[in-house]
């Protein structure tokens, strides 16, 4: 089977620590992505990344940054947490070619308190 | 970026057909439209992904409109496993957005026993 694995399911962190989720997949893909999905906001696209140490910024990237050293590999960083960034993070992947379906993780729930 | 419009949510009796629809009139030529869904507390799934032309899978149908700017998702039999958010995407490929994706608010479909 084919897999998105996010490292963290349920997290809680202090206000101003760093924050590291980690999102891995086993299915050589070009494309990942990372999203938050608010109550009411539905899922925003923060950060993705075509390629090894490539990466583009999508819609909210504020208070976030990423890094992607290895291709099945892609973290989402946290710099100083704020309460705001209390969300559920989702993480994406696929393979670069036309129609090629999406699979994602299960999701991280941060808490920031 | 090709935007994508669903009503917020609908509602059907289990065994009964469900129609979900999707406009998305700015679509381009290459974009396939892809539709995921997404129970309590998990990651989106996979449902089913078209170009042109209809498809049907074990999961469900996807009628695509001639001029490709709406499309229905058809679940042929809903079960109460089907209550879920059911969101319809579309695959931005091309310039240097290749890969973004954006995701609408979704439907969320209640399944009446």
């Known amino acids: 089977d084919v897999k998105v694995t996010q490292s963290s399911r349920y997290l809680v962190k202090r206000t101003g620590e760093k924050v590291f989720l980690e999102c891995v997949q086993d299915m050589d893909h070009e494309n990942m992505f990372w999203y938050r999905q608010d109550p009411g906001l539905g899922l925003r696209l923060i950060y993705f990344?075509?390629?090894?140490?490539?990466?583009e910024k999508g819609d909210i990237p504020e208070g976030y940054s990423v890094s992607r050293e290895k291709k099945e590999r892609f973290s989402l960083i946290l710099e100083s947490a704020s309460t705001n960034q209390t969300s559920m993070y989702l993480c994406a992947s696929y393979r670069a070619e036309r129609g090629n379906t999406i699979y994602f993780g299960e999701g991280s729930w941060l808490t920031v308190v | 970026d090709a935007k994508t419009t669903q009503p917020n949510s609908m509602e059907s009796n289990e065994e009964e057909p469900v129609h979900l629809p999707c406009n998305h009139s700015t679509i381009s030529g290459t974009d396939y439209i892809h539709w995921y869904r997404q129970l309590p507390s998990q990651g989106p799934e996979y449902v089913i992904h078209?170009?042109?032309s209809n498809v049907n899978n074990r999961m469900a149908s996807l009628a695509i409109a001639e001029d490709r700017k709406s499309s229905t998702l058809i679940l042929h039999r809903a079960t109460l496993r089907d209550a879920a958010v059911y969101y319809c995407i579309l695959r931005d490929a091309g310039g240097t957005s290749y890969g973004k994706l954006t995701f609408g608010q979704g439907t969320i479909l209640t399944v009446h026993p």
């Open positions: 990344s075509y390629d090894v140490k490539m990466k």
């Open positions: 078209g170009l042109t």
